[in-house]
């Protein structure tokens, strides 16, 4: 069996302005990490992936992805 770390991922409240939300890793850090205040905090998980399946299970009418700087799996 494999160390699964678990991430902290948040989603941003405020969308861009092209109306999506992002989905940021808030354990490895973001130059675009929105604010503390801004921050709607998704919950631990191994994958940015499943990050985005729990936002668009909570807000299955947003357009929402995650932030290709801080959650691109290697």
């Not at 678990?6 to 992002?22: C, H, L, R, S, T």
């Not at 631990?44 to 799996?73: G, Q, Y």
Request: glycine share 6%; net charge positive.
């Amino acid at each position: 069996g494999g160390n699964f770390m678990m991430d902290k991922f948040i989603i941003n409240q405020n969308p861009q302005a092209n109306g999506v939300y992002e989905v940021h890793n808030a354990t490895q850090g973001c130059n675009y990490l929105p604010h503390i205040t801004q921050q709607n905090l998704l919950g631990f998980f191994a994958t940015s992936d499943l990050a985005l399946k729990r936002a668009k299970m909570n807000w299955p009418r947003e357009k929402i992805k995650v932030c290709i700087h801080c959650c691109s799996e290697a």
